[in-house]
């Protein structure tokens, strides 16, 4: 707690995000199954490690191992395992959306039938330009 002018203040709390990064002592769950930690199993964060971009967790777990290397999309707090569920239910139907979208999309746009992925990112005036050099050379 603060002191101003003579007063006790709070200090303001820090808002816990799905993201926000675990510290040493914080309770976490597994959101995976791991070796020997099944999935929903609870543990304590021992370490954290890694840079602003990369950082990996030591994670003493209640069933016993103790698990290094951990990324924060394989832990959750417990308090946000529901938060936690929502967004990979999310994320699975926008995935799975965008696949059969993906999947139907270049075999509508090739007119010829060739449906290989290189074809659709090059420009269809330079396809025509090589498919009639390949025919000059080719007799």
């Known amino acids: ?3 101003s ?3 006790l203040c709070a200090m303001p709390r820090t808002v ?3 993201d926000t990064p675990f ?19 609870r543990g304590k964060v021992k370490l954290v490690n890694g ?3 990369w950082i990996r967790y030591w994670v003493k777990f209640d069933n016993g191992p103790m698990i290094g290397q951990l990324s924060q999309n394989q832990l959750v707090r417990p308090t946000m395992v529901d938060a936690w569920n929502e967004r990979e239910a999310q994320l699975a139907l926008v995935g799975s ?8 999309t270049p ?10 992925g290189a074809a659709g990112l090059i420009p269809a005036a330079i396809l025509e330009r ?10």
């Open 1 to 3: 707690m603060g002191v």
């Open 5 to 7: 002018s003579g007063t």
């Open 16 to 18: 816990l995000e799905l």
């Open 23 to 41: 510290r040493p002592g914080e309770k976490v769950v597994s959101t995976q199954d791991l070796q020997g930690v099944p999935e929903g199993t």
């Open 51 to 53: 840079l602003q971009t």
């Open 97 to 104: 959306t965008a696949s059969t979208s993906a999947a139907a």
């Open 107 to 116: 075999a509508a746009e090739s007119g010829d039938g060739d449906a290989s």
């Open 130 to 139: 090589s498919k009639a050099a390949k025919a000059r050379l080719l007799g």
